[in-house]
Structures are given as structure tokens and as C-alpha cells.
DNA sequence: CATATAGCTGCACACGTTAACAACGAGCAA
DNA sequence: TTGCTCGTTGTTAACGTGTGCAGCTATATG
């Protein structure tokens, strides 16, 4: 069917060694033979046949990009950052694998010989044995988003807990001390590292917690929406609140506006992550800005070194947050800036 | 290094093609023998290595999403959209790889060999070449979203047209008279079909088209938010505008807010897509739903029956688009409903 | 002149799997 | 007894590529 090295071999009236050293480009071979035969594989529009090479070569060309899930949990914008960054580092050098670990009921297809390397872009503690698995079979590894505990892996995270305190410092530097928290899915671990940025910034500054400003959310449009919804019915109303993502921010946003108040006026939100929309929204969100492609940049980049060194390192790398300030906020201090 | 078939046929005591007969269930082989084999090599952890039955099979468990680009123009929500429907439907019988066709120089590595099949998720006409060159080397195919013309493939696309026709017709029958319409990236297919279907809506009601009304976009935010800056320079402003999607929607309703104009009370809006985000903007969007994740479903669904059977259809499938009324419109229309 | 050397090419095998075909023993019929 | 069939297993080649080693030729070296 397709055209082999052995059809050019025959043509060019040599051995198909021969014509395989020539399209590496081997040093052992004329510099004549050479061109001869690139020019003739070029006008049979030869293609290599990378399964035969990687049988051989012992290399798949795979790399695998393996999200916790899917399904529910993961937002658009989290995908379209990874599968961005990773992708302008790659080129066509790699073939990109896109998958969820929660689809397999096996590991069994994900082995060395089926991928040169992984990404795991983890946002929940149940990767910890699929990424325990990878480890083992010392598949080049890098494990990106969520801290790893327990297991040695090359590991870059956004600085969560960070942002997270930064932005609930803001909150109580514009006077707020009723600030409420709408938390997102309960076994993820950048849920607990927000909680706890929330937690220390008020300890910090002095501020009571109470448990009725702690509403638990799942990271999803709906359930900021039941929340923020829950928090309304309360007598005693937070002034400001702090919606671990983005997403649950608008649907916050939505139950405020539909009991006849206004963002930031009565209540101010604020988000976390900086979605593309979030600057658009009406009130423009303040967020955290979480550097999800700068991180898969640069983990996708430290895999390929891996893969071509042949040599690992293991070490968490933290990346900043960054707050940042639009809308969303009223200063309720009485005049003090 | 790793354990292949003739380890297990060497410690079974019988030859290599027992071993493989035995872990492809075949007819011939002794039940005995068969669960013998079969307990051993999950006992030694076996994993058959793909690159080699992919030599012999000539089958390379690769399947391919293929999007315009992965750089601008293409929304997270739709790269989430797609990604998640083939996902589901493949399960973990074939490894999904995505790219961007811009990404791509050469088009040497997408061959028969490479790829059991391909989806193009195709927005841009800049794909055309793409779709010859995997159609022409009859690589199983199945082109979606975008309406392909002078090449015989399966093309299961939403009905655009008629989802603006719908959208601008109602902005009719709510009063408007004076409709803008946003349009999306040049040389997107989508783009075209969205603005037919807004000039036959004008003209099946006889309303005038103006030039001042016809504002280019890129699909963006920004450019939304430009577009609309434009329109309320005007001195005849609009009182509706029709977005060609969802995100230049938003970028239009930051503009007319950032004017202390009010929406739907001064202007009305109204998007394309139906984001995940658009229910619960401020106001809530009234919008077209194009069912990407059921065409994304569907058009793996169909891709792996031609590769099963050997056999491909060639037609062009449309997808029902749907209104879908919120808040961003309002009713000038003097009473009548 | 013989011999070493450099430059180039081919032979033969390997990678791990599947499959066509041959082969073997048991059972059965003639 | 012979011959045939059935059920099971093994032999061998094949898929397309890369590579260690041997071998060839022409040139340089002593």
C-alpha cells in the first residue's frame, strides 16, 4: 500500500540501510546517495511508519495530559489553558493525549512504551494513585495544579493559599468584617489551600469566623448561585464574600441581583482564577489570577527535558497569584482609603 | 526490561502464539491452557506493547480532534464542548489526540498509519486544505461545525442560518427596527452563515439594512467591546444588537454599562452559542444554543462505525439550533406582545 | 610494492506481535 | 490395519524500521 523504505531502496538501486541512514541524515553516508534519496522518497511522498519506529527506537512520541476529570469540576477555561500552554511548547514534535483519569477502570493502557512522558494536571486527591502509578513505572512525570504529598514528583503549583489571603486582606482593608466564604468541591485540594488563605488573613487582621459564613460549594455555576442564595437568608448578612472561583462568583452574582441588590452596593463578591470573562462582567469580577498557562508552559517544557536528558528532578516549584482589582469591591471603612 | 508474550510462553512451557492466542481469546486454544496463560501474565503484570501490534495490525488505536486553531478564535467553551463529547463516546478504546491545525507546517505526520480516524472541528475555511489532504489519502473522516464545500465528506454541522434567522426574528417581533449585528471573524464559515441569517430575517420582514449597523468582530471579548463603542457613536443608535456569539455579547454589554446605559432598558442584546456562563450574566442572555457536545458525540459515534465497518457515508447532517429566551431583550413594540 | 586507513555500503538480525500453515495425537470409521 | 477428522499446539514468516559488524574500494602511507 503505502511506500516503505525498501520501495525507495529498490529504486535507488541500494539497500534499504542505506536509504535509512540517509533520511536520519547519518554522517556515514555520501553526501551524493544522500540527496539522491531524499529527493526520490520527497516525489513518492514517503512517510515514516512510526509505529515500526517506535518498535524499535523503543519511543512512542506520546505524551499523555491527564485532567482529574472531564466530567464535572473542570471549567472550560482550566482545559483551554492547559491544553494551550502545553501545545505551544510541543510544536509537532509530540503527539498530545488528551484524556480524565476517572475514564479509565484500568491503568493498564498507560504504560512506558505507550507514552514517553506525562502531565497531570491535578485538581483533586483522587489522581494521588494513578500519579503513584506513573511514578512507579518511572514514566517521566510532571504533576501540575495541585500539591503532591507522600510521593516524589516533579511538582508546579499555583501559590493558592497565597492568593487567596491576599484577596481576603483586601476585603478587610476596604472595611469588610461580616466576609463570607463559598467554598469549592469538597475533596479538591486547592478548596482546603483557599480555606486556609481565608482563614489565616482573618486571624491575621482579628476578625471573627462564624460557621454561618462558610457555605460549601463544588466549584460550579449552580452551586454559587444555592449558596450565595442560602447566605441572603441569613439576619445577619455578610458584606463581603469570597467565592473560591470564578464561576461560583457569578452565580453568586446572579442570587444577589435577583433578590433586587447590587454587586458591590449592598454586597461585594470577588472571585478567584481571572477567567477570560471576568474582566467583562458586569460588575468587573476582582479575582486572583492564577498562572494556569504560564504552569503548563513550563511544565510541558521541563518534561521534554526530562524525556531528552534522560534525567529527572523532583522538586515543587510555587507560581504567584496575583491579585487583581476591579469592581466588584466597595470600601465600607467610612472614608479611610 | 518490560515482560512481553515470550516470557509467559517460556514460563507456561509452550510457544509465543499459544501465549498471544490465549490473551486474544481465540477459538483455538484449550480452555486450560487459556486461564493458565491468562492468570500468569496478570501475575507478571504483562501490558501488551501497542507499537507492535499496531506493526502488524496496521492499526494505530489513534483517533484525532483536530480544531482550526488553538489560538484565537476558538472559545474555551468550545474546545471543552468537543473535547468532552468524543471523550465519552471513545471511552478508553482509542487514544484522543488534539491539535490545532495552524500548529501544524507540514501535514507529513497525519497519515493512515498514524491515525485510525479523524474529527476536524473545522471554524475556518483555512482548514480546506487540511480536509483534502485526509480526505484524499481516505483517512476515515468526519468533518463537523463547519459546512464544507467541493469535497465529499461525512459533515455534521448546526444550522447557524437558521439560528440567527430565529434570533433576529424575534428582536422583530419584540418592536426592533433598528438591529446591529456584530459579525464574527472574517474568514470563518460561521460567520457568513450567521449574517444570512440576519439580513433574511430583516428582509422577510422588510426591515431596512443599514451599513452603520454592520460592525466586523473576531469572535473575541475585546472586540465585542470595541464593535459596540463604535455603535453608540452613532447617531442614530440601534435599540438591539445581535452578537455573533456569546463572548462579543458580554464585550458589547461592558460597553453600553460603561456608557451608564442599561440593559435591556436602553439597548437589547442578544448573543450566539448559549456559554455555559451566559444564563447567568447580568442580565441573563438571550441567546442561540448549538448543541457542540451532541455533534462533538455523534460525529465520533459515526467515526468509529466507519472504521469498524470499513465502511464510510458521505452526507451533510444539520443539528437543530434553538432560541433560547432570557432578560437582554426588551419589548418596544408599544403593548402588543 | 604491500599494507593501513578512511569512506561508504550491505548483510543479517532485532524490536514484539499476529497469522498462515504445518504437525501432532486422539478418536473414529471403514 | 489404514485413513480421515478434530482439536490443539508449534514453526516460521511478516509488519517497517534501526544498527552492529563485516566487507568493499580508493587513497594514503611506509
Redo the contacts between chains.
Sequence with gaps: M?VTIKDIAKLAGVSHTTVSRALNDSPLINQETKEKIRLLAAELNY?P????K??VLDR?Y?LGLFFST??TGT???F???A??GV?DVI??RY??????ID???SF??V????YDGIIVMSQSATDQSFIEYAAELEIPLVVLNRQIENVQVMNMVPDDKRGAYLIVEYLITQGHRQIAIIEGKQNFKSTQARREGYQEAMEAYQVPLSVDYQQQGNYD?ESG?MAMTQLLQLENRPTAVFCCND?MA??A??AI?EKQLSVPGDISVVGFDDH??S????P?LTTVRRPIEQISREGAAKLLSFIESKQVEKETIFFHTELVIRESVTNISGGIQ
Excluded: P, W
Design positions: 503505502s512517510t511508519n512510526y509505529n515500526a517506535s518498535l512512542s506520546n472531564l466530567h471549567s472550560a477555561g482545559l483551554y489553558e491544553i494551550k501545545n510544536q509537532d503527539n498530545l493525549i488528551v484524556r480524565g475514564d479509565y477502570t493498564h493502557k504504560n512506558r512504551k505507550s455555576l448561585h464561576d457569578l452565580g452574582i446572579k441581583t477570560i470573562f474582566g467583562f462582567m458586569t468587573a
